[in-house]
C-alpha cells in the first residue's frame, strides 16, 4: 500500500466518523402558510441533509438525518396531511397535498426548508412554434443546396394549419427568412404564455452521409458523444450573436431554478409522445428520444422539445426534405404527437 492510498483511507475514515456523529439537533420545525405558498421550515444545531422524494404532484417525503422525537407538525395551507415515520437514525416525514403542487427544497443559515406552491394546471392552448435558424444562419445545407432554415419554416407552416384547425392558437417565431437570436425565441414563447415550445429543425452527420431517421430531444445535459454532435451544431447559431456575455449569465438563472423539473417530465413525455407518432407516421429508422442542452430549449417555462425532422447529409433523406408532400407528413406525425400528448395530459390531471 502506497503513502497516498493509506492517507486517502485514513481520510475516508475520518469523514465516515464525522458523519456518524453529526445527528444534527433539530431546534424548531414549523409550517408557515402565505397567500400561495406554504414553507417547512427545520431549524437546527448542525447540518441537516434531508432528501426529498415526490412520489406524486400531491403527496412527496422527506427523510431527515435525525430523530425528530418531539414533531409536532399540524397540516396548515397547501398541507392536508402529514405522516411520520421514525427510527433510530432518521425520520421519514410524507405530505399529502391539497392540490398538485410543485416544490423546491433550499439549506437556510439556520438549517432547511421545503417551498410549495400550486401547479397552474389548466388546459393546453397556445403553442409556439418555432422554425430553426433563419436569415444569415441557414443551419445544416445539403451537397444539392437545400438549406434547412427553408425545410423548417415550411414544416412549421404546414404544421400551424393543423394545430389551428383542432382550435389551438399558434405562434410562430419566425414566418419568413429572417434571424432570431436564440434567446428571443424563448423570450417569445414565455411572452406568448406558451403551453408548449416545439422547435423544428433537420440533421445533418459530418461523418456518416448514410444516416438517417427522426429523433426529438428535451432539455437536459447531453450524454453521448452523438448527442453532443448534434448539440454544438444546433448551438452553433450562437456565433451569429452578438451579446453572447448576457445570455450566459440568464442561462446560469434558468438552469439554478428547480422549477424546471417538473416540465422537464413534461418535455419528456412531450418528446415521446411525438417520437412515438413519427415513427408509426413516416415509418422512418426511430432514432429516438434524446436528452440534450439545446441553448433553444433553455429558459423556457413550459415544456419544450426540439424535433430534428430528418438529415439533410443523406442525399435520398435530403430530396424528401425538399418535397411539400413530405414536409407535410412530417407535420401530420408531429400533430398527431402533439395531440396525442394533449390528451393524455389532460387525463392524467382531470382537466
Ligand atoms: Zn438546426
Redesign the pocket.
Known sequence: MNLNRASLITFSIVILLCALNATPALTEAKIVALKDTTIIQFESAGTLRPKLVSSSPTEFKLNINCQLSNLELSPKGLIKDIKAQKDSVQTTLTFFLKKPCNWYARSTPSGYEVCIFPQNVTKIKTIVLDP??GGIDP??ISKSGIK?KNVNLAIAKLLKKKLEKAGLKVFMTRDQDEFVPLALRTQFANNKNADLFISL??NASASNKYASGFETYFLSEARTDLERAALM??NEALKYEKDKKNLDADLDLVLADLLQTEQLKESYNLALAIQTAAVNILKDTDRGVKQAGFYVLRGCFMPAVLVECGFLSNRVQARQLNDPKYQNKIAEAIYQGIINYIKDYESRYGL
Do not use: I, S, T
Open positions: 430553426g435558424h443551419g445544416a434547412e429543425h433537420c451544431r444546433e
